[in-house]
């Protein structure tokens, strides 16, 4: 089952912050949060395919147990909501992306992909934004 939250619910604070204890399988963003500002690079990547973009969030589906809500939004459009499969909390990897989590990427026209605005709300009720061309190199901090 895939997690959505409306952009209302992200604006208005929607959500309620997450125990930080440290659990030892990166479910919270105490864990992760780390992690992802080490691999800010490796967040989203494009690829072209079949005469299409697609455009991967792999990196930040493998530590969304500690995120509450992904969005994106592409050559300066809105960020729009990404859904993020469910926690696997009853696996031994609960991050691990299992066949019924779906695809980690959408599709779109080729060579439409400029650069990808990434705002990832973690667990702790902090946003992190970040904005990459299409090689994945940051062109904001």
């Known amino acids: 089952m895939l997690r959505m939250f409306s952009v209302m619910a ?3 604070g929607g959500f309620a912050p997450s125990d930080q204890a440290a659990a030892g ?3 919270t963003a105490g864990e992760v949060k780390p992690i992802l500002a080490a691999t800010r690079a490796n967040w989203v990547s ?3 395919y079949q005469g299409q973009d697609l455009l991967y ?3 930040l589906w493998s530590w969304r147990c500690g995120l509450d809500a992904i969005r994106i939004g592409i050559n ?3 960020p729009q909501n990404w859904p993020l499969p469910d ?3 009853d696996q031994a990897a609960p991050n691990a992306i299992l066949e019924g989590d779906g695809p980690p990427y959408k599709a779109y026209p080729l060579q439409s992909i400029q650069n990808i605005s990434i705002d990832v709300f973690y ?3 902090t946003v992190e934004t ?3 061309d299409r090689q994945g190199h940051p062109i904001s901090p």
């Open 10 to 12: 992200l604006g208005a």
């Open 25 to 27: 399988p990166f479910t």
């Open 46 to 48: 494009v690829r072209e």
């Open 57 to 59: 969030v792999t990196h």
């Open 76 to 78: 300066g459009a809105a």
């Open 87 to 89: 926690c696997h909390l």
């Open 123 to 125: 667990d702790d009720q």
């Open 130 to 132: 970040l904005i990459v």
